[in-house]
């Protein structure tokens, strides 16, 4: 059971007086009472407006659920204010990833590259691992002034990607060859 201390201002409002004692332990228990002789003031005034309000109004109407028809919940949509960063957070601006000088790193000058340049009409290079077969033709298309046809990659052993461009009929590897300075 808990005891109840009286603080100086509450006490000028209540009386604790002794009802009955506890079967149990003997204890008087108390119930506290107001005093007949207080005056109402301005809050207590402001309350029982509001009280009467209130009961006039009738009794406070019961909310209904909401009845959800689907099973998925779904969030609603709330205000998305745009970014307003006190900072900028880079200084420069981030340059072109992969340009063409990126791309084609150099050629190959292998025994098997040349066979290829020789009998298949195909250049190979070693090109930029990120890149793919369609940037590896813009780049060579680019630098070189040639049409592909055809590119194949494959990535070495070594991580390196080695890419095979195979030209078109109307241009011819070994004259490309030369005139890049692999032969």
């Known amino acids: 059971m808990t005891t109840l201390n ?16 506890d079967i149990r332990t003997g204890k008087l228990l108390f119930y506290f ?6 005056k109402p ?16 109004s009738g009794a406070p109407k019961k909310r209904t659920l909401k009845v959800y028809t689907v099973r998925a919940f779904r969030r609603p949509k709330t205000l998305k204010q745009t970014r307003r960063p006190v900072y900028i957070k880079k ?19 292998t025994e098997s590259a040349m066979k290829k340049i020789e009998d298949n009409n195909t250049l190979v290079f070693i090109v930029d691992r990120r ?7 813009r ?3 680019d630098m070189y002034d040639i049409k592909s046809s055809k590119v194949n990659t494959l990535i070495r052993p070594d991580g390196l990607k ?22």
């Open 6 to 21: 009286f603080s100086m201002n509450i006490s000028k409002f209540f009386i604790k007086r002794p009802r009955k004692r």
């Open 33 to 38: 009472a107001m005093v007949a002789n207080k």
């Open 41 to 56: 003031t301005t809050h207590d005034k402001s309350k029982a407006k509001k009280s009467k309000a209130a009961a006039k």
């Open 91 to 109: 200084s420069v601006q981030k340059s072109i990833a992969l340009d063409k000088y990126k791309i084609l790193r150099h050629p190959l000058t």
């Open 131 to 137: 890149s793919n077969k369609k940037q590896i033709a």
């Open 139 to 141: 780049a060579v298309k």
């Open 162 to 183: 080695k890419a095979f461009v195979r030209l078109t009929p109307d241009y011819d590897a070994l004259d490309v060859a030369n005139k890049i300075g692999i032969i």
